[in-house]
């Protein structure tokens, strides 16, 4: 049973993997749902306050607050037998905690596209306020989690800068 964690840039595909898994029936684990829920449970709109509070839960629980938050929905998940995919790894520090969790059986799969087509991307999906927080404002703030040193870590990878057919094919060589 293996545990593949997703690390990317926001509009980067991280969405398409997490989708292609459920097709599978690997249980996903949404790292951005987690925060999404804390804003909803502090009375926040998750579209305005997602960074905000990503930034609050750190500040509170650690650098790998959002990791701790996740694993035990991971355990969950992997009671059933099936694996789990973990999507939107921010930090170095989250990669480390989910490798101290679940040791070999965890390995973390970066995935990199251009700015100017994740850009195009976040614009067609229409789930972020860019009058809030631009993507180049997102990139730095992540980057200042530690997004850099968890894509570094990462021991399998993808470039993303084709279709989704062509993004698919390759996620079939390593989620099975």
């Known amino acids: 049973m293996e545990i593949i964690g ?50 609050k839960l750190r500040e509170e629980l650690g650098r790998d607050a959002i990791a701790k938050l996740t694993i035990p929905l991971v355990q969950e998940a992997i009671g059933k037998g099936k694996g789990a995919v973990i999507d939107g790894i921010r930090s170095g520090d989250e990669a480390k905690a989910f ?3 679940f040791g070999k059986k965890f390995k973390l799969l970066k995935i990199e596209s251009p700015f100017e087509l994740r850009l195009k ?11 809030v927080e631009t993507l180049e404002q997102r990139d730095d703030r992540e980057l200042g989690f530690g997004l850099g040193e968890a894509i570094e870590s990462a021991e399998i990878g993808i470039e993303n800068i084709g279709t989704i057919e062509e993004l698919r094919l390759e996620i079939s060589k390593l989620i099975r």
């Open 99 to 101: 490798r101290r969790e």
């Open 121 to 131: 991307r976040i614009g067609e999906r229409g789930r972020d306020n860019p009058e």
């Open 6 to 55: 997703i690390v990317g840039l926001p509009g980067s595909g991280k969405t398409e993997i997490s989708n292609y898994a459920q097709e599978k029936d690997i249980p996903v684990i949404s790292m951005g749902d987690v925060i999404r829920r804390e804003c909803l449970e502090r009375g926040l709109e998750p579209a305005d306050h997602h960074g905000e509070i990503a930034k």
